[in-house]
Protein backbone atom coordinates (compact mmCIF):
# COMPACT_ATOMS: atom_id res chain seq x y z
CA UNK A 1 0.00 0.00 0.00
CA UNK A 2 1.07 3.14 -0.48
CA UNK A 3 2.37 5.47 2.16
CA UNK A 4 0.50 8.93 2.48
CA UNK A 5 3.62 10.80 2.26
CA UNK A 6 3.22 14.83 2.18
CA UNK A 7 6.25 16.38 3.35
CA UNK A 8 9.66 14.93 3.00
CA UNK A 9 13.38 16.36 3.82
CA UNK A 10 16.53 15.75 2.36
CA UNK A 11 20.20 16.61 4.04
CA UNK A 12 23.72 15.80 2.93
CA UNK A 13 26.27 14.69 5.42
CA UNK A 14 29.98 13.35 6.10
CA UNK A 15 32.20 14.62 3.43
CA UNK A 16 31.28 16.43 0.60
CA UNK A 17 31.13 15.19 -2.66
CA UNK A 18 30.71 16.40 -6.38
CA UNK A 19 27.34 15.68 -8.01
CA UNK A 20 25.89 16.28 -4.37
CA UNK A 21 23.52 19.40 -5.75
CA UNK A 22 22.73 17.87 -8.98
CA UNK A 23 20.68 14.80 -6.38
CA UNK A 24 19.16 17.59 -4.26
CA UNK A 25 18.11 19.26 -7.37
CA UNK A 26 16.38 15.81 -8.53
CA UNK A 27 15.07 15.10 -5.09
CA UNK A 28 13.40 17.98 -4.48
CA UNK A 29 11.62 18.07 -8.18
CA UNK A 30 10.77 14.83 -7.91
CA UNK A 31 8.96 15.55 -4.97
CA UNK A 32 6.81 18.53 -6.30
CA UNK A 33 6.17 16.77 -9.22
CA UNK A 34 4.43 14.03 -7.30
CA UNK A 35 2.87 16.70 -5.08
CA UNK A 36 5.20 16.63 -1.95
CA UNK A 37 6.20 19.52 0.15
CA UNK A 38 9.57 19.62 0.19
CA UNK A 39 12.18 20.69 2.74
CA UNK A 40 16.38 20.79 3.07
CA UNK A 41 17.86 20.37 6.23
CA UNK A 42 21.00 22.33 6.66
CA UNK A 43 24.63 21.13 7.61
CA UNK A 44 23.78 17.65 8.03
CA UNK A 45 22.51 15.79 10.93
CA UNK A 46 23.39 19.17 12.97
CA UNK A 47 20.29 20.54 10.81
CA UNK A 48 17.81 18.37 12.10
CA UNK A 49 19.08 19.18 15.62
CA UNK A 50 19.13 22.73 15.03
CA UNK A 51 15.73 22.46 13.64
CA UNK A 52 17.20 24.15 10.36
CA UNK A 53 14.80 23.02 8.16
CA UNK A 54 13.70 25.10 5.52
CA UNK A 55 10.79 24.72 2.86
CA UNK A 56 11.77 24.12 -0.75
CA UNK A 57 10.03 24.56 -4.15
CA UNK A 58 11.38 24.19 -7.65
CA UNK A 59 13.13 27.33 -7.92
CA UNK A 60 15.31 26.83 -4.80
CA UNK A 61 17.44 23.93 -6.85
CA UNK A 62 17.95 26.09 -10.28
CA UNK A 63 21.44 26.98 -11.64
CA UNK A 64 23.11 24.38 -9.22
CA UNK A 65 23.60 21.12 -11.46
CA UNK A 66 27.10 22.01 -12.05
CA UNK A 67 28.16 23.05 -8.91
CA UNK A 68 30.56 21.11 -6.68
CA UNK A 69 29.84 20.60 -2.76
CA UNK A 70 26.29 21.12 -1.61
CA UNK A 71 24.07 24.11 -1.55
CA UNK A 72 22.57 22.51 2.01
CA UNK A 73 26.45 22.14 3.58
CA UNK A 74 27.68 18.89 5.33
CA UNK A 75 29.19 18.84 8.63
CA UNK A 76 29.98 15.91 10.72
CA UNK A 77 27.92 15.86 14.39
CA UNK A 78 28.85 13.63 17.46
CA UNK A 79 25.64 15.24 19.19
CA UNK A 80 23.28 12.49 16.23
CA UNK A 81 25.22 9.74 17.99
CA UNK A 82 23.59 10.11 21.22
CA UNK A 83 19.98 9.62 22.51
CA UNK A 84 19.38 13.06 23.51
CA UNK A 85 20.50 14.19 20.19
CA UNK A 86 18.87 11.90 18.33
CA UNK A 87 15.12 12.65 20.00
CA UNK A 88 15.85 17.00 19.15
CA UNK A 89 16.16 15.34 15.96
CA UNK A 90 13.19 13.53 15.73
CA UNK A 91 11.16 16.47 17.75
CA UNK A 92 11.98 18.79 15.13
CA UNK A 93 10.95 16.85 12.29
CA UNK A 94 7.59 16.36 13.91
CA UNK A 95 6.97 19.65 14.33
CA UNK A 96 7.64 20.47 10.54
CA UNK A 97 4.93 17.10 10.15
CA UNK A 98 8.05 15.66 7.99
CA UNK A 99 7.02 12.30 7.25
CA UNK A 100 10.06 10.98 5.51
CA UNK A 101 13.69 11.93 5.32
CA UNK A 102 16.24 10.94 2.45
CA UNK A 103 19.97 11.46 3.82
CA UNK A 104 23.02 11.76 1.06
CA UNK A 105 26.37 10.76 2.18
CA UNK A 106 29.01 7.66 3.20
CA UNK A 107 29.16 4.97 5.37
CA UNK A 108 28.68 7.00 8.30
CA UNK A 109 25.66 9.33 7.65
CA UNK A 110 24.00 5.68 6.94
CA UNK A 111 25.07 4.75 10.00
CA UNK A 112 23.30 7.77 11.56
CA UNK A 113 20.17 6.70 8.96
CA UNK A 114 19.85 3.07 10.19
CA UNK A 115 19.72 4.14 13.88
CA UNK A 116 17.48 6.58 13.73
CA UNK A 117 14.67 4.85 11.78
CA UNK A 118 15.39 1.82 13.98
CA UNK A 119 14.77 4.10 16.86
CA UNK A 120 11.76 6.25 15.63
CA UNK A 121 8.71 5.27 13.26
CA UNK A 122 10.32 7.48 9.94
CA UNK A 123 11.13 6.20 6.84
CA UNK A 124 14.50 6.55 5.73
CA UNK A 125 16.23 6.06 2.26
CA UNK A 126 19.82 6.43 2.14
CA UNK A 127 21.76 8.14 -1.36
CA UNK A 128 25.53 6.98 -1.58
CA UNK A 129 27.06 10.14 -2.10
CA UNK A 130 31.10 9.93 -0.84
CA UNK A 131 34.12 10.35 -3.16
CA UNK A 132 35.70 6.88 -1.69
CA UNK A 133 33.67 4.47 -3.52
CA UNK A 134 33.45 2.23 -0.87
CA UNK A 135 29.07 1.81 -0.17
CA UNK A 136 28.65 -2.10 -1.39
CA UNK A 137 25.16 -2.04 -3.19
CA UNK A 138 26.13 1.11 -5.64
CA UNK A 139 28.89 0.18 -8.18
CA UNK A 140 29.73 3.60 -7.98
CA UNK A 141 29.02 6.53 -5.43
CA UNK A 142 28.55 10.31 -6.40
CA UNK A 143 31.26 11.92 -6.67
CA UNK A 144 34.03 9.23 -6.85
CA UNK A 145 34.06 9.64 -10.54
CA UNK A 146 35.00 13.62 -11.07
CA UNK A 147 37.04 12.83 -7.94
CA UNK A 148 39.14 10.29 -9.81
CA UNK A 149 39.37 12.84 -12.74
CA UNK A 150 40.66 15.65 -10.76
CA UNK A 151 43.58 13.62 -9.20
CA UNK A 152 43.84 12.14 -12.75
CA UNK A 153 44.53 15.88 -14.13
CA UNK A 154 46.82 16.82 -10.94
CA UNK A 155 48.91 13.78 -11.69
CA UNK A 156 49.31 14.23 -15.37
CA UNK A 157 50.87 17.95 -14.58
CA UNK A 158 52.80 16.61 -12.01
CA UNK A 159 54.28 14.13 -14.21
CA UNK A 160 55.29 16.49 -16.83
CA UNK A 161 57.66 18.41 -14.40
CA UNK A 162 58.70 14.74 -12.83
CA UNK A 163 59.93 13.67 -16.52
CA UNK A 164 61.56 17.09 -17.20
CA UNK A 165 63.80 16.76 -13.97
CA UNK A 166 64.12 13.12 -13.93
CA UNK A 167 62.39 13.07 -10.38
CA UNK A 168 60.40 10.37 -8.29
CA UNK A 169 57.42 11.74 -6.81
CA UNK A 170 55.07 10.37 -4.05
CA UNK A 171 51.54 11.71 -4.75
CA UNK A 172 49.05 10.93 -1.60
CA UNK A 173 45.62 10.46 -2.28
CA UNK A 174 41.91 10.36 -0.29
CA UNK A 175 41.33 6.97 0.89
CA UNK A 176 41.52 6.19 4.54
CA UNK A 177 40.02 2.93 4.72
CA UNK A 178 39.41 2.75 0.72
CA UNK A 179 42.55 2.51 -1.89
CA UNK A 180 39.81 2.71 -4.70
CA UNK A 181 40.73 6.45 -5.95
CA UNK A 182 44.50 5.17 -5.73
CA UNK A 183 44.26 2.23 -7.54
CA UNK A 184 42.23 3.59 -10.35
CA UNK A 185 44.31 6.55 -10.20
CA UNK A 186 47.34 4.71 -10.58
CA UNK A 187 45.97 2.96 -13.16
CA UNK A 188 44.46 5.71 -15.12
CA UNK A 189 47.82 8.21 -14.90
CA UNK A 190 50.46 5.30 -15.52
CA UNK A 191 51.88 5.15 -12.02
CA UNK A 192 54.66 3.10 -11.25
CA UNK A 193 53.24 1.97 -8.12
CA UNK A 194 50.44 1.51 -6.20
CA UNK A 195 49.95 1.67 -1.98
CA UNK A 196 46.67 1.33 -0.75
CA UNK A 197 45.11 0.59 2.59
CA UNK A 198 43.85 -2.98 2.04
CA UNK A 199 47.27 -4.10 1.21
CA UNK A 200 50.67 -4.20 3.22
CA UNK A 201 53.51 -2.81 0.84
CA UNK A 202 56.90 -3.05 2.19
CA UNK A 203 59.83 -0.50 1.66
CA UNK A 204 62.04 -3.53 0.20
CA UNK A 205 59.02 -4.44 -2.53
CA UNK A 206 58.49 -0.75 -3.80
CA UNK A 207 62.18 -0.35 -4.47
CA UNK A 208 62.52 -3.56 -6.14
CA UNK A 209 59.59 -2.04 -8.33
CA UNK A 210 61.02 1.35 -8.52
CA UNK A 211 64.47 -0.46 -9.26
CA UNK A 212 63.64 -1.96 -12.14
CA UNK A 213 62.25 1.42 -13.93
CA UNK A 214 65.69 2.98 -13.19
CA UNK A 215 67.67 -0.33 -14.33
CA UNK A 216 65.16 0.43 -17.64
CA UNK A 217 66.37 4.10 -17.85
CA UNK A 218 62.93 5.47 -17.15
CA UNK A 219 63.63 8.87 -16.47
CA UNK A 220 60.81 9.76 -14.03
CA UNK A 221 58.72 7.78 -11.35
CA UNK A 222 55.40 8.09 -9.89
CA UNK A 223 54.22 6.62 -6.54
CA UNK A 224 50.45 6.86 -5.77
CA UNK A 225 50.12 6.53 -1.92
CA UNK A 226 46.58 6.26 -0.48
CA UNK A 227 46.61 8.41 2.85
CA UNK A 228 45.32 5.17 4.71
CA UNK A 229 48.37 2.69 3.84
CA UNK A 230 49.70 1.18 6.55
CA UNK A 231 53.26 2.13 6.77
CA UNK A 232 52.43 5.29 6.31
CA UNK A 233 51.76 8.64 4.13
CA UNK A 234 53.52 9.89 1.38
CA UNK A 235 56.24 11.92 3.46
CA UNK A 236 56.69 8.68 5.42
CA UNK A 237 57.43 6.32 2.34
CA UNK A 238 59.39 9.03 0.67
CA UNK A 239 61.92 9.51 3.83
CA UNK A 240 62.30 5.74 3.73
CA UNK A 241 62.60 5.19 0.28
CA UNK A 242 65.38 8.07 -0.07
CA UNK A 243 67.71 6.54 2.26
CA UNK A 244 68.33 3.40 0.38
CA UNK A 245 67.15 4.68 -3.34
CA UNK A 246 69.07 7.64 -4.71
CA UNK A 247 68.53 7.55 -8.22
CA UNK A 248 66.15 10.29 -8.40
CA UNK A 249 65.58 13.34 -7.05
CA UNK A 250 62.55 13.06 -4.67
CA UNK A 251 59.29 14.96 -3.87
CA UNK A 252 56.11 14.76 -2.34
CA UNK A 253 52.61 16.04 -3.19
CA UNK A 254 49.69 16.01 -1.13
CA UNK A 255 46.31 16.41 -2.95
CA UNK A 256 44.51 17.00 -0.17
CA UNK A 257 41.25 18.68 -0.33
CA UNK A 258 41.21 19.83 -4.00
CA UNK A 259 40.11 15.81 -4.78
CA UNK A 260 36.46 16.78 -3.12
CA UNK A 261 36.12 20.06 -5.08
CA UNK A 262 35.05 21.03 -8.92
CA UNK A 263 32.29 20.75 -11.23
CA UNK A 264 30.95 17.08 -11.24
CA UNK A 265 31.59 15.33 -14.05
CA UNK A 266 28.90 14.39 -16.70
CA UNK A 267 28.42 10.87 -14.95
CA UNK A 268 28.18 12.34 -11.09
CA UNK A 269 25.18 14.39 -12.47
CA UNK A 270 23.29 12.05 -14.31
CA UNK A 271 24.01 9.81 -11.49
CA UNK A 272 23.09 11.80 -8.89
CA UNK A 273 20.15 13.05 -10.91
CA UNK A 274 18.89 9.57 -11.71
CA UNK A 275 19.63 8.74 -7.97
CA UNK A 276 17.79 11.11 -6.56
CA UNK A 277 15.05 10.53 -8.71
CA UNK A 278 15.07 6.78 -7.59
CA UNK A 279 14.93 7.59 -3.58
CA UNK A 280 11.75 10.06 -3.98
CA UNK A 281 10.06 7.26 -5.66
CA UNK A 282 11.69 4.37 -3.83
CA UNK A 283 9.86 6.10 -0.58
CA UNK A 284 6.44 7.18 -2.48
CA UNK A 285 6.09 3.34 -3.02
CA UNK A 286 6.41 2.91 0.82
CA UNK A 287 9.77 1.77 0.65
CA UNK A 288 12.18 2.52 3.94
CA UNK A 289 15.74 1.82 5.22
CA UNK A 290 17.25 1.06 1.73
CA UNK A 291 19.79 2.79 -0.26
CA UNK A 292 19.12 3.01 -3.58
CA UNK A 293 22.48 2.56 -6.03
CA UNK A 294 23.21 1.77 -9.56
CA UNK A 295 24.49 -1.69 -10.37
CA UNK A 296 25.76 -2.21 -14.04
CA UNK A 297 23.75 0.54 -15.51
CA UNK A 298 20.21 -0.39 -13.54
CA UNK A 299 18.59 1.23 -10.37
CA UNK A 300 18.23 -0.77 -7.69
CA UNK A 301 17.94 -0.88 -3.72
CA UNK A 302 19.82 -2.44 -0.84
CA UNK A 303 18.94 -2.38 2.52
CA UNK A 304 21.22 0.05 4.88
CA UNK A 305 22.03 -2.60 6.91
CA UNK A 306 23.24 -4.89 4.17
CA UNK A 307 25.38 -1.54 2.39
CA UNK A 308 26.85 -0.99 5.69
CA UNK A 309 27.71 -4.26 6.40
CA UNK A 310 29.60 -4.67 3.53
CA UNK A 311 30.94 -1.43 3.30
CA UNK A 312 34.61 -2.68 2.27
CA UNK A 313 36.09 -1.79 -0.98
CA UNK A 314 37.32 -5.10 -1.92
CA UNK A 315 40.93 -5.34 -3.12
CA UNK A 316 41.12 -6.55 -7.12
CA UNK A 317 44.01 -7.92 -6.86
CA UNK A 318 44.00 -8.36 -10.21
CA UNK A 319 44.07 -4.87 -11.14
CA UNK A 320 46.97 -4.78 -8.76
CA UNK A 321 48.85 -6.98 -10.63
CA UNK A 322 47.93 -5.37 -14.12
CA UNK A 323 49.40 -2.06 -12.72
CA UNK A 324 52.78 -3.87 -12.19
CA UNK A 325 52.89 -5.12 -15.28
CA UNK A 326 52.09 -2.14 -17.39
CA UNK A 327 54.63 0.24 -15.59
CA UNK A 328 57.64 -2.01 -16.26
P1 LIG B 1 32.57 10.23 4.06
O1 LIG B 1 32.58 8.79 3.59
O2 LIG B 1 32.64 11.18 2.92
O3 LIG B 1 33.52 10.51 5.17
P2 LIG B 1 30.45 9.79 5.95
O4 LIG B 1 28.97 9.87 5.82
O5 LIG B 1 31.03 8.42 6.19
O6 LIG B 1 31.08 10.47 4.66
P3 LIG B 1 31.07 10.56 8.68
O7 LIG B 1 31.70 11.79 9.20
O8 LIG B 1 31.68 9.26 9.01
O9 LIG B 1 30.95 10.77 7.10
O10 LIG B 1 29.55 10.50 9.19
C1 LIG B 1 28.68 11.60 8.96
C2 LIG B 1 27.80 11.82 10.15
O11 LIG B 1 26.94 10.70 10.36
C3 LIG B 1 28.51 11.98 11.48
O12 LIG B 1 29.07 13.25 11.64
C4 LIG B 1 27.36 11.74 12.46
O13 LIG B 1 26.54 12.88 12.56
C5 LIG B 1 26.58 10.64 11.73
N1 LIG B 1 26.94 9.35 12.32
C6 LIG B 1 28.05 8.61 12.10
N2 LIG B 1 28.07 7.50 12.87
C7 LIG B 1 26.94 7.54 13.62
C8 LIG B 1 26.36 6.70 14.62
N3 LIG B 1 26.96 5.59 15.04
N4 LIG B 1 25.16 7.06 15.14
C9 LIG B 1 24.54 8.18 14.75
N5 LIG B 1 25.04 9.03 13.82
C10 LIG B 1 26.21 8.71 13.27
Known amino acids: MK ?12 GDAPGMNACIRAVIRTGIYNGVNMFGVMHGYQGLINNNIIPMNARSVSNIIHLGGTILKTARCLEFKTDEGMETA ?14 IGGDGTFTGARNFSNKYDIPVIGIPGTIDNDLYGSDFTLGYDT ?6 EAIDKIRDTADSHDRLFFIEVMGRDSGCIALRSAIASGAEAVLLPERFTSTHELITQLELGA ?3 KSSSIVIVSEG ?21 TKVTILGHLQRGGSPSSFDRILGSRLGFA ?28 ALKNHNFKLESDLLEMTKVLSI
Open 147 to 152: AINTVI
Open 3 to 14: PNIKNIAVLTSG
Open 229 to 249: HKAGGAYDIAKSVKESFNHYD
Open 279 to 306: AVNEMLKGNTRVMVGLRGNEINTTKIED
Open 215 to 217: STK
Open 90 to 103: YQNLKSQNIDGLIV
